[in-house]
């Protein structure tokens, strides 16, 4: 992570804040929990940013024609037909 990606992500924050900040979460969750937890972030701000790339191809897709939506009687059927 670069410099510039951090001061984007903590915005408008000084760095005594910022250390409070890290020196409360070592009080709250100790040294052994916090790589799991940024960790556990990591991997759900990627799922998040993979989700909404997809969103936004979907929709692009539809928009130039590429593909249409599913409608929803055909969806049904296709279901009924695949639980029996």
Do not use: C, W, Y
């Given at each position: 992570?670069?410099?510039?990606s951090i001061l984007l992500?903590?915005?408008?924050?000084?760095?005594?804040?910022?250390?409070?900040?890290?020196?409360?979460?070592?009080?709250?969750?100790?040294?052994?929990?916090?790589?799991?937890?940024?960790?556990?972030?990591?991997?759900?701000?990627?799922?998040?940013?993979?989700?909404?790339?997809?969103?936004?191809?979907?929709?692009?897709?539809t928009v130039a024609g590429?593909?249409?939506?599913?409608?929803p009687e055909k969806r049904?059927?296709?279901?009924?037909?695949?639980?029996?």
């Open positions: 992570m670069d410099s510039n992500f903590v915005g408008g924050l000084g760095g005594t804040e910022v250390v409070l900040i890290i020196v409360a979460l070592l009080l709250l969750f100790g040294a052994k929990r916090i790589p799991e937890l940024a960790k556990g972030f990591g991997r759900g701000i990627r799922e998040f940013k993979d989700a909404s790339k997809e969103i936004k191809s979907d929709i692009e897709n590429k593909e249409h939506p599913a409608q049904q059927e296709e279901v009924k037909q695949n639980a029996a």
